[in-house]
């Protein structure tokens, strides 16, 4: 394990990535563009995961510390957003809500769909439960 | 005390203390709103406005910090490389699932923003509340949104989906860990994955996926917005 070599390889597949940003027509952000890069790299053997395994797990691990200065820098934004706080925690709490329901019922009608259809899938079918339909009125 | 604080040091040193000592007072509370990242943040507000110290010396060592945004989130694929062969047993329902539920999110953000008659910077700020904090902020930049205002977005939804995930699981009576996992990870990204790696393996590899995936999908619906 190198761990230069290893930022190294993650720095070029940020750099192709922003390039390949710039030359696309539609405003795709780079680290998008890169991520799937390299998922596409590692699936096709190209690359090993061995490769950046240490600065991956580095980053992956303590990513929560990078988005810090994002988080502090709302102190500039402290009288926009004064008088509708409120409104912004609810739409937070509503919407977290329908979406985590929305999601579930359409995994497991789908789960459903797919097994009618006589596919095998790696988790249990047994306990297909009551989808999420009947909680949402609620809302 | 201006020239220290206008060092990149300082910036630097007081973010990597404040997020040390958000970890150590989560392991003391072992609650999930007792979130490192949150504690961290306000910790440096706190810290600032007390001292009054400008912004922009705390940011001379916050965007040394930032550069590595870019690289933590390409490598956002080594986790979903790692579990490729439960996302390809399981592809269509996690696809459909998380497409989906991101519209959902999207359009449910939407409607309430209207609802609340907020203004528009609003809207565009809090449509990736629900996708990765890399990603989201990505979204939010390129729709003019703004950023901060995002990112507490993003981290409040996550602690938000780290308490009442399983509280909805056992409402709703979800058993399938398939379901619970990609529910998790499409409404409340990696902090909600932390609680989704904790109710079982499944669970967590499937929110992992799911929170990619729901990052890719939101990236191209906000394309058309």
């Known amino acids: ?139 | 005390m201006g020239e220290l604080t206008s060092m990149a040091l300082f910036g630097l040193g007081l973010s990597l203390g404040a997020f040390e000592l958000g970890k150590l007072i989560q392991k003391k509370c072992k609650n999930p709103a007792a979130n490192p990242l949150l504690i961290a943040i306000v910790l440096v507000i706190a810290v600032l406005q007390i001292f009054h110290i400008p912004y922009e010396d705390y940011e001379e060592g916050g965007k040394l910090i930032s550069i590595f945004l870019g690289p933590a989130t390409i490598c956002l694929a080594v986790t979903v490389y790692r579990q490729v062969r439960i996302l390809k047993a399981n592809v269509l329902p996690i696809l459909v699932g998380t497409a989906v539920g991101s519209a959902a999110s999207i359009l449910t953000v939407i409607g309430l923003c209207y609802l609340f008659r907020l203004d528009q910077v609003f809207h565009v700020s809090l449509i990736p509340k629900s996708v990765t904090t890399p990603i989201a902020m990505e979204i939010s930049r390129a729709q003019n949104g703004i950023v901060p205002v995002t990112v507490a977005a993003v981290v409040l939804t996550g602690i938000l989906g780290a308490i009442i995930s399983p509280l909805l699981i056992r409402v709703c009576r979800i058993k399938n860990p398939v379901t619970a996992g990609v529910a998790i990870g499409t409404s409340s990204h990696v902090i909600g994955t932390s609680k989704a790696v904790e109710l079982g393996e499944i669970e967590g590899a499937m929110s992992s996926i799911s929170l990619v995936m729901s990052g890719i999908i939101t990236v191209i619906y906000s394309l058309f917005l």
């Open chain 1, 1 to 139: 394990m190198n761990i230069l070599k290893q930022c190294f390889y993650l720095l070029l597949i940020c750099f192709i990535g922003e390039a390949v940003a710039l030359l696309l027509p539609v405003p795709l952000p780079a680290s998008i563009i890169s991520m799937v890069l390299l998922f596409l790299l590692l699936l096709t053997g190209w690359f090993r995961e061995t490769q950046i395994r240490e600065v991956s797990d580095f980053l992956l691990g303590n990513m929560a510390v990078l988005f810090i200065p994002a988080g502090v820098s709302i102190i500039n934004y402290f009288d926009e957003i004064r008088s509708v706080w409120p409104a912004l925690l609810a739409i937070i709490l509503i919407s977290t809500i329908v979406t985590f329901l929305v999601t579930a019922f359409t995994t497991q009608l789908m789960i459903r769909f797919m097994a009618r259809r006589g596919r095998s899938y790696a988790a249990p079918e047994a306990g297909v439960s009551e989808p999420a339909g009947s909680k949402r009125e609620e809302m």
